[in-house]
């Protein structure tokens, strides 16, 4: 049961192609990769390949010129209407996150200043944070969150200060799979107060507008994104003077990651932010339907489907659950067994309680009804 567009996007994905008994379900981790984007990277390897801004030769400016043609294609893709903004291209988002709180904030904190840090979001976008105002001596405060996993504005508003220097925040929650709704951050935050954003998990995957979010940081890895492994960029506005250089990048750059990045944002441009994000979170919403009914697993980030419909919708195609008496672990090598790829443990935060262990099934536009409910099927075998 395949869309018409759909079945045209899942013949796009060779690894997917060669392998039909299996179902990948760990799209969060990373994406698996369409035809276009090895072909670009291969012919740019086999055809144009030279450092950047290294000599007056043509392959060398060729390169230099598409790196800079990736520049203005991110701040499309973006949403970016200004020229000014900076794009740097970093190693993905953890690195990227870290220079931003290592690199352009730490320096600039003072005594009395304040941060304010997700800490029910991934730790790559809390440790930099906590680490910068370790530095700089200054104070963290915890972002304040409601009980649908959304932060939670109000309290967030009365949490800022004349010192409040920044807010972290997260564009998808890796584990809920919910959008967090950061449009609404600015209201909160007053003009001033710089907001950078993890898009992890929403770059690729919905569309996402600067200009919409109103952020004036957007940090992401294009291996979630169709790209390859390795690559990732960091947008900064210019609105508080010029746009930050980071420190310590004047080293060769990864001109095939970027080279990658660049076909991944014109594949997902051909394909459409729109569908794929509509085709991800109707998946999402019939997995979470189906562990409803099934009373031995506990979705979490949300009570029901039915009583929290608005929480479906906000659903990316990320879904996450606890079977009651079966461990995460053991569920994880179980559905392996049956051909069904998860994601089973921690999911990279710090954190005890529920999320702790649980198992994670995140989708993409390759993703197929067939995928969902064959895990269903395996996951109602165990039902009792
Ligand atoms: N933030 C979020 C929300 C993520 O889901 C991830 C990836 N698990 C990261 C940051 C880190 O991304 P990377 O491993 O590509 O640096």
Avoid at 3 to 15: E, S, T
Avoid at 68 to 96: E, M
Avoid at 357 to 363: A, Q
Wanted: charged fraction near 20%; include cysteine.
């Amino acid at each position: 049961e395949l869309l018409p567009w759909q079945a045209g996007v899942r013949a796009q994905f060779p690894q997917i192609v060669a392998h039909p008994g299996v179902a990948y379900l760990d799209s969060a981790a990373t994406s698996q990769k369409p035809q276009a984007v090895l072909d670009a990277v291969m012919d740019y390897l086999t055809t144009g390949n030279a450092n950047a801004a290294r000599g007056t030769y043509p392959w060398a400016n060729r390169t230099t010129a598409l790196i800079d043609r990736t520049r203005d294609q991110l701040r499309s893709f973006l949403g970016d209407a200004s020229a000014r903004s900076g794009v740097h291209f970093v190693g993905g988002t953890t690195d990227g996150l870290r220079a931003v709180a290592l690199d352009w904030l730490a320096p600039q904190l003072r005594d009395g200043d304040e941060i304010i840090v997700p800490f029910a979001d991934h730790s790559a976008n809390i440790e930099p944070w906590v680490e910068a105002a370790r530095r700089a001596r200054v104070r963290v405060r915890a972002m304040p969150y409601d009980e649908a996993h959304d932060y939670d504005t109000d309290r967030l508003r009365a949490m800022i200060g004349p010192r409040t220097r920044l807010i972290a925040a997260t564009h998808v929650h890796h584990v809920y799979g919910n959008d967090m709704n950061v449009h609404r951050l600015r209201a909160a935050a007053g003009p001033e107060v710089p907001i950078c954003l993890d898009a992890a998990q929403g770059f690729g995957h919905l569309p996402l507008s600067v200009a919409a979010l109103d952020v004036d940081f957007v940090v992401f890895s294009g291996h979630k994104a169709m790209a390859l492994p390795g690559v990732g960029a960091i947008w900064a506005a210019n609105r508080r003077g010029p746009a930050f250089e980071p420190g310590g990048w004047h080293g060769s750059p990864n001109t095939s990651g970027i080279v990658s990045l660049s076909a991944a944002m014109d594949w997902l441009d051909r394909t459409g932010l729109d569908r794929i994000s509509r085709w991800s979170r109707a998946l999402g919403a019939r997995l979470t339907d189906g562990l409803d009914r099934l009373d031995s697993y506990a979705v979490l980030g949300c009570q029901s489907s039915l009583s929290a419909g608005s929480a479906v919708q906000r659903r990316q195609g990320i879904v996450t659950f606890r079977h009651r008496e079966i461990s995460s672990n053991d569920l994880g090598f179980i559905l392996e067994s049956d051909g069904l790829l998860v994601r089973a443990d921690g999911h990279c935060q710090g954190d005890q309680g529920e999320k702790a262990s649980s198992v994670r099934v995140s989708l993409h536009a390759y993703s197929t009804v067939e995928e969902v409910d064959r895990l269903l099927d395996a996951l109602a075998a165990l039902d009792r």
